[in-house]
């Protein structure tokens, strides 16, 4: 059975904050900027490419309250990024954290056995110092570390800043924050990756999910959450698990060709506003049966929000003993069926909606039948 718990039994080999940013690759930058603006509210905020002297990509910086997303696409089909995308598609290939000094954590994480890659930066000019190191983590997936705290320019060396038009200027939709980031494994491979994060990282593992607590009658999977010492940073890994049809994971891993980013969790403080706005600005949502509201109050018992208006929304809402959480999950948002978003608003709760597996399970596997894949 799952488990939760609040004790830290990791080791913090360095000062981590927070996430930072996640940049996607993307096979038309441009266009993604304009979908991720109408649909979810973000808006340009910086800017490099050819005009700013980078002759091998272009990157679009978005920015929703403290959500940052970077929308990058390569210029040459030689690029090692050209080479990413026509493996996985669009997907999110940096997961980035703030840290007070990139190279400690860096060379810290090199210390212990992590691979490094070759696009680190480290600019010190009139404008203040600037670093990101990076290393490889799952898949084709990397994780970087910024030290910006004493930087005052544009966003990062040779980006220029965007100024967007107020006529298309979008919306509050009480986004706040990147909650957590969900990354799909193979199977056997979850706990490896799980001692991944805590001998290079130094987080530890705070939930624990097997077959029994994720399944439906055709599938199943398992799962565990790392942590940083101070919650801001959590890192769910997924494996698929033996069942009598494809599981979602599975799914994934044929369409993304192997491990990565399976779902990005945003925060809210207020979802119904949230999902409110986001439905009217087009995103598409996983959708939930009338039957799972007839004894909400029973499961969940009370809560501050009108059980109507979630009904119609389609919004889940699983309770422990912290308190409670909502969320809802958007379908894939790309033709590929791998990357989608969550919302999520949490009062009180820790956890990840464990009561709300079995219904979200049954709203995922209805979509694979319709793809086929089930």
């Given at each position: 059975m799952g488990f939760i718990t609040n004790e830290w039994r990791g080791t913090e080999f360095f000062k981590i904050h927070d996430f930072h940013h996640i940049e996607y690759l993307v096979g038309n930058a441009k266009q993604a900027v304009h979908f991720y603006k109408s649909a979810f509210g973000f808006n340009p905020i910086a800017y490099c490419g050819p005009e700013t002297g980078i002759r091998t990509h272009v990157s679009y910086v978005l920015k929703n309250n403290c959500n940052i997303f970077i929308f990058t696409t390569p210029l040459s089909?030689?690029?090692?990024?050209?080479?990413?995308?026509?493996?996985?598609?669009?997907?999110?290939?940096?997961?980035?954290?703030?840290?007070?000094?990139?190279c400690d954590a860096y060379e810290s994480c090199l210390s212990r056995g992590a691979t490094g890659v070759k696009n680190n930066i480290s600019s010190l000019n009139d404008e203040g110092v600037y670093k990101k190191y990076s290393i490889r983590t799952y898949g084709d997936t990397i994780h970087s570390f910024i030290e910006d705290s004493k930087y005052s320019g544009c966003w990062a060396p040779n980006f220029t800043n965007i100024k967007s038009d107020d006529v298309f200027k979008t919306e509050h939709n009480s986004l706040i924050k990147i909650d957590h980031i969900v990354g799909n494994v193979e199977e056997g491979k979850m706990d490896e990756w799980k001692e991944y994060y805590e001998n290079i990282f130094g987080f530890t593992n705070f939930v624990r999910f097997d077959d029994s607590d994720i399944s439906?009658?055709?599938?199943?999977?398992?799962?565990?959450?790392?942590?940083?010492?101070?919650?801001?940073?959590?890192?769910?890994i997924n494996e698929p698990a033996s069942g009598l049809k494809k599981s979602q994971i599975e799914e994934y891993l044929d369409f993304n060709e192997g491990p990565g980013v399976q779902h990005v969790a945003i925060l809210s403080d207020d979802i119904i506003d949230s999902i409110s706005k986001l439905r009217k600005g087009g995103v598409e949502f996983l959708d939930t049966p009338d039957t799972y509201y007839e004894n909400l109050s029973d499961r969940v018992q009370e809560v501050d929000e009108d059980i109507r208006i979630l009904q119609n929304l389609k919004i889940l809402v699983d309770r422990d003993k912290e308190g409670y959480l909502l969320q809802l999950f958007t379908k894939p948002l790309e033709d590929r069926p791998t990357l989608f978003i969550e919302i999520i608003q949490r009062k009180g709760s820790r956890g990840f909606g464990q009561g709300n597996f079995q219904a979200l399970f049954e709203s995922i596997e209805k979509e694979q039948a319709l793809r086929g894949n089930l």
């Amino acid at each position: 059975m799952g488990f939760i718990t609040n004790e830290w039994r990791g080791t913090e080999f360095f000062k981590i904050h927070d996430f930072h940013h996640i940049e996607y690759l993307v096979g038309n930058a441009k266009q993604a900027v304009h979908f991720y603006k109408s649909a979810f509210g973000f808006n340009p905020i910086a800017y490099c490419g050819p005009e700013t002297g980078i002759r091998t990509h272009v990157s679009y910086v978005l920015k929703n309250n403290c959500n940052i997303f970077i929308f990058t696409t390569p210029l040459s089909s030689k690029s090692e990024m050209s080479n990413w995308l026509n493996k996985h598609g669009d997907g999110i290939y940096d997961i980035a954290f703030s840290v007070d000094d990139a190279c400690d954590a860096y060379e810290s994480c090199l210390s212990r056995g992590a691979t490094g890659v070759k696009n680190n930066i480290s600019s010190l000019n009139d404008e203040g110092v600037y670093k990101k190191y990076s290393i490889r983590t799952y898949g084709d997936t990397i994780h970087s570390f910024i030290e910006d705290s004493k930087y005052s320019g544009c966003w990062a060396p040779n980006f220029t800043n965007i100024k967007s038009d107020d006529v298309f200027k979008t919306e509050h939709n009480s986004l706040i924050k990147i909650d957590h980031i969900v990354g799909n494994v193979e199977e056997g491979k979850m706990d490896e990756w799980k001692e991944y994060y805590e001998n290079i990282f130094g987080f530890t593992n705070f939930v624990r999910f097997d077959d029994s607590d994720i399944s439906t009658q055709y599938s199943s999977l398992r799962s565990i959450v790392m942590r940083s010492k101070n919650w801001k940073i959590k890192l769910p890994i997924n494996e698929p698990a033996s069942g009598l049809k494809k599981s979602q994971i599975e799914e994934y891993l044929d369409f993304n060709e192997g491990p990565g980013v399976q779902h990005v969790a945003i925060l809210s403080d207020d979802i119904i506003d949230s999902i409110s706005k986001l439905r009217k600005g087009g995103v598409e949502f996983l959708d939930t049966p009338d039957t799972y509201y007839e004894n909400l109050s029973d499961r969940v018992q009370e809560v501050d929000e009108d059980i109507r208006i979630l009904q119609n929304l389609k919004i889940l809402v699983d309770r422990d003993k912290e308190g409670y959480l909502l969320q809802l999950f958007t379908k894939p948002l790309e033709d590929r069926p791998t990357l989608f978003i969550e919302i999520i608003q949490r009062k009180g709760s820790r956890g990840f909606g464990q009561g709300n597996f079995q219904a979200l399970f049954e709203s995922i596997e209805k979509e694979q039948a319709l793809r086929g894949n089930l």
